[in-house]
């Protein structure tokens, strides 16, 4: 019974599980198919580096095999 209520508390958690919250970089980028305006990203970009909007970058990556 134990093992239920910890499960549930850790699947209500922002958190999921015992990593920290992602931190979020501000900034002003366009993306660099659509250009699209971009002020957050999860991560730092390098500027050598193309930077895509969330939908261009759902387009471009590999489509994934059908799960049953």
Known sequence: MAFNQ???????????????PRQMFQ???????CG????????KPAEDRPVYCRDCHRNKR???FDRY
């Open 36 to 43: 699209a305006e971009i002020t957050e990203l999860p991560f």
């Open 62 to 64: 590999p489509k994934r």
């Open 6 to 20: 910890n499960f549930s508390q850790a699947s209500n958690s922002s958190n999921q599980g015992d990593f920290p």
């Open 27 to 33: 900034g002003n980028w366009k993306c660099s198919e």
